[in-house]
Structure formats: C-alpha cells, structure tokens
C-alpha cells in the first residue's frame, strides 16, 4: 500500500499492480492528483510490477484529468513491458471508455478476478 493516497487507492500484488479510482477531480484539488499519479507512476521502477489492472468499482464517472493520470499508468504498462486492463466499470463508464475510444486500446473485464486471470494467462 502506497502511503497518504486519497485519489488513488493502490494494491501491490506482483507482478499486478492494482489502481483504485476514488472519484473525479471535482473532489479534489488539481495539485494532488497531480502528485498522487506522480507517485502510482514511481511504483513502475520496481523491476517486479509490470501490470496494472484499473479497477473502477468506486466510480460511475471520472473527468479527463483522472482519464489523463489513468492513461499515463496504462501506457508506462505498455512501455515496461506489462499489461494494462481495466475491470468493473459501471454502464456510464464503460460508455465513457467508449466515447474516448480508450476501450480499443486497452481491454476491460467484467471482474478484478477475470483481468487477473486474462493477464496471468498472457504474460
């Protein structure tokens, strides 16, 4: 668990890294989200994470300065040599991933359990 996160709730299960959405900026100052994707993206230096699954249970929408933070974390995925999925999405935010075509690039599952199984069996 990553210390003083409040936008971010993070789970480290290696080689997965896990990221929780608590809701949109509109919550929360510009600044901190800011540093709190700064510091979810330093947790890619450990040679052990190399996936992130992007479970959005705890939301139903989100702004495009989290969709930005989100993205950084999918692509450094990507450029690490991982995977990035995400999982539970509500019927607005799967519309939304629609929308900004970020359902093409990176898959979305039902489950936490069925990303992880999908990203086990790939990697």
Same mark, same amino acid.
């Given at each position: ?21 608590? +809701?949109?900026? &509109? #919550? ?6 800011? /540093? ?8 890619? %230096? =450990? ?12 939301? %139903?929408? &989100? %702004?495009?300065? *989290?969709?930005?933070? *989100?993205?950084?974390? &999918?692509?450094?995925?990507? #450029? /690490? +040599? +991982? #995977? =990035?999925?995400? $999982?539970?999405? $509500? ?7 629609? $929308?900004?075509?970020? +359902?093409? !690039?990176?898959? !979305? ?15």
């Amino acid at each position: 668990m990553v210390d003083n996160l409040e936008i971010f709730e993070v789970e480290l299960s290696a080689p997965n890294l896990v990221v929780i959405p608590q +809701g949109s900026t &509109l #919550q929360f100052l510009y600044s901190n989200v800011q /540093t709190e994707s700064n510091k979810v993206l330093r947790l890619f %230096d =450990a040679p052990e994470i190399k996936n992130v699954i992007i479970d959005l249970s705890k939301v %139903d929408y &989100l %702004d495009s300065i *989290i969709i930005g933070s *989100i993205i950084r974390l &999918l692509q450094r995925a990507r #450029q /690490t +040599g +991982g #995977q =990035a999925v995400f $999982c539970n999405a $509500c019927e607005n935010m799967q519309n939304i991933l629609k $929308c900004i075509k970020v +359902g093409s !690039l990176w898959p !979305l599952y039902e489950t936490r359990e069925a990303a992880v199984t999908a990203i086990n069996t790939n990697s």
